[in-house]
């Protein structure tokens, strides 16, 4: 699976799950899903590509809440709107 398709089908799943609760919105950090992804923190941390691929799947409603310096860090905090 390529770098990016694993943070977006992690991303994916944590919004459909929170959806299923009857969640309205959901903040999901790039440290946190990093982690989920496997093999953060380390050299290959791939940071970036998780960042990138959290601002991607941004809707119109969805806001930023937090954002580290570089806008590619662990800090960085997406709200999602749901239903997506």
């Keep these: ?3 990016s398709e694993e943070f977006r089908s992690r991303l994916e799943s944590i919004l459909r799950a929170a959806t299923a609760h009857g969640r ?3 903040d999901v950090n790039a440290g ?3 982690r989920a992804v496997g093999g953060y923190p380390g050299k290959n941390h791939r940071m970036p ?3 990138s691929v959290m ?3 941004m809707g119109p409603k ?3 809440l937090s954002e580290p310096p570089s806008g590619h860090g662990a800090s960085l ?3 999602y ?3 997506r």
């Design 77 to 79: 905090t997406v709200r």
């Design 49 to 51: 590509v998780c960042c």
């Design 32 to 34: 946190e899903l990093r």
């Design 62 to 64: 969805d806001r930023i």
């Design 55 to 57: 601002k991607q799947e």
């Design 81 to 83: 709107m749901l239903p």
């Design 1 to 3: 699976m390529a770098e």
């Design 24 to 26: 309205k919105c959901l």
